[in-house]
T-cell receptor, first 111, second 116 residues
Framework: SQKIEQNSEALNIQEGKTATLTCNYT??????LQWYRQDPGRGPVFLLL?????KEKRKERLKVTFDTTLKQSLFHITASQPADSATYLC??????????FGSGTRLQVQP | DARVTQTPRHKVTEMGQEVTMRCQPI?????VFWYRQTMMQGLELLAY????????DSGMPKDRFSAEMPDATLATLKIQPSEPRDSAVYFC??????????????FGPGTRLTVL
């Protein structure tokens, strides 16, 4: 069955450092993958979409990579700030223009 | 500022009661999704519609859950009868899917359901 793995342990880093979050998937080949941010008590917010023919995508301090051979996506936040503290969800498409969400990784940026 | 709205924001009910949750998608979006989020299972897709037609409801317990889109501005998720294991946050999301574009989803604030 399709499976998505994100590090369930919280990631704690110092302000100004680069945060790197990992998303691994098995048993399917998504045409694209999305990353969302979720704050406590709120719905997820779309951040970036990367397609299978794209190796890397950037948006301001965010960078996403997509390795279809390794079946892995990496999400980077450079020059991290305490305001970046949140849970980040990886969501590969299911092949039917819908998404399957990972369980998320909680990022804590210490000032 | 276009956004997805959901009502009610919180609902506490007793086991066996009917629960109806409502969602108003962003005007012009053609796809509506219903999700359920719990600590144990994370964010699960229950059902989704495109141009008001149901595309997939395989994530929903069919015997007690039903989802409909009476018109383009309203999506409903109904649970009858509700059970304590249905306690979760239910999110509605909408998006504009056209050919190879779009696919990002815009989420509402959620309905926090507690079934006693």
């Amino acid at each position: 069955s399709q499976k998505i793995e994100q590090n369930s342990e919280a990631l704690n880093i110092q302000e100004g450092k680069t945060a790197t979050l990992t998303c691994n998937y098995t048993n399917y080949s998504p045409a694209y993958l999305q990353w969302y941010r979720q704050d406590p008590g709120r719905g997820p917010v779309f951040l970036l979409l990367i397609r299978e023919n794209e190796k890397e995508k950037r948006k301001e301090r965010l960078k996403v990579t997509f390795d279809t051979t390794l079946k892995q996506s990496l999400f980077h936040i450079t020059a991290s700030q305490p305001a970046d503290s949140a849970t980040y969800l990886c969501a590969p498409d299911t092949g039917r223009r819908a998404l399957t969400f990972g369980s998320g990784t909680r990022l804590q940026v210490q000032p | 500022d276009a956004r997805v709205t959901q009502t009610p924001r919180h609902k506490v009910t007793e086991m066996g009661q009917e629960v109806t949750m409502r969602c108003q998608p962003i005007l012009g979006h053609n796809t509506v999704f219903w999700y359920r989020q719990t600590m144990m299972q994370g964010l699960e897709l229950l059902a989704y519609f495109r141009n008001r037609a149901p595309l997939d409801d395989s994530g929903m317990p069919k015997d007690r859950f039903s989802a409909e889109m009476p018109d383009a501005t309203l999506a409903t998720l109904k649970i009858q009868p509700s059970e304590p294991r249905d306690s979760a946050v239910y999110f509605c999301a909408s998006g504009l899917v056209l050919g190879g574009k779009g696919d990002e989803q815009f989420f509402g604030p959620g309905t926090r359901l507690t079934v006693l």
